[in-house]
């Protein structure tokens, strides 16, 4: 086993935490027979975060070829699934039973702290590449599609209205498809 698959072991089970913490969320609402038709937003943001963390399970294989590995770096490697799984908590919490209306009102009313991790997704990414690449952002594509992730917090976060976090939810669910879809279709 070398360095990186040594590394990569604790990258899976946070990941697989994550994916979990979805899953199981969905079916729990499935299983209940709620009417969730009025919080199918909240579905786009599963979806979203299932996305993501399928995501970073493909990026992190660019990682392997990190020839020196430092805890700082390793912990920089870990920030991206943490924030994936507190996400996947947030937004379908283990103690659900709740229909439509109420996991909207429910999410919405708690919805700050899930936008504000949502805003250091970008930062963490860009520690990432800064530790492990040795790199800095540059003004590319990638750069502006993770700041646009960044942007998408901000009406997230101050609004409480379902139509603002319905479009947030859409646009953001997009946003992952257009950046996985532009830049990360294989692996390199």
Same mark, same amino acid.
């Given at each position: 086993m070398d360095e &990186?698959? #040594?590394?990569?072991? =604790?990258?899976?089970i946070l990941i697989g935490l994550g994916v979990t913490q979805l899953l199981s969320g969905i079916a %729990?609402?499935? %299983?209940?027979? %709620? /009417?969730?038709?009025? *919080? +199918? +937003?909240i579905f786009v943001i599963t979806a979203t975060l !299932? =996305?993501?963390?399928?995501?970073? +399970?493909w990026i992190a294989f660019f990682w392997r070829g990190v020839e020196e590995w430092t805890?700082?770096?390793y912990v920089t490697f870990m920030i991206q699934p943490v924030?994936? #799984?507190? !996400? *996947? #908590?947030?937004?379908?919490? *283990? $103690?659900?039973?709740?229909?439509? $209306? /109420? @996991? /909207?009102r429910a999410f919405i009313a708690k919805r700050k702290p899930f936008y504000v991790i949502v805003a250091l997704v970008p930062p963490a990414t860009f520690l990432q590449q800064w530790m492990l690449a040795h790199s800095a952002p540059q003004?590319?594509?990638?750069?502006?599609?993770? @700041?646009a992730w960044f942007a998408l /917090?901000?009406?997230g976060y101050l609004s409480e209205r379902v139509r603002v976090q319905a479009a947030v939810a859409t646009a953001s669910f997009l946003l992952l498809f257009v950046y996985i879809s =532009?830049? &990360?279709l294989r692996i390199h």
């Open positions: &990186f698959e #040594y590394i990569s072991v =604790l990258l899976s %729990r609402l499935i %299983r209940d027979g %709620r /009417a969730l038709r009025p *919080a +199918w +937003w !299932l =996305l993501g963390n399928f995501q970073v +399970w805890f700082f770096s924030l994936l #799984y507190l !996400l *996947a #908590y947030l937004v379908l919490p *283990a $103690d659900l039973h709740l229909d439509g $209306d /109420a @996991l /909207a003004p590319d594509l990638d750069t502006g599609l993770r @700041l /917090a901000l009406p =532009l830049l &990360f």
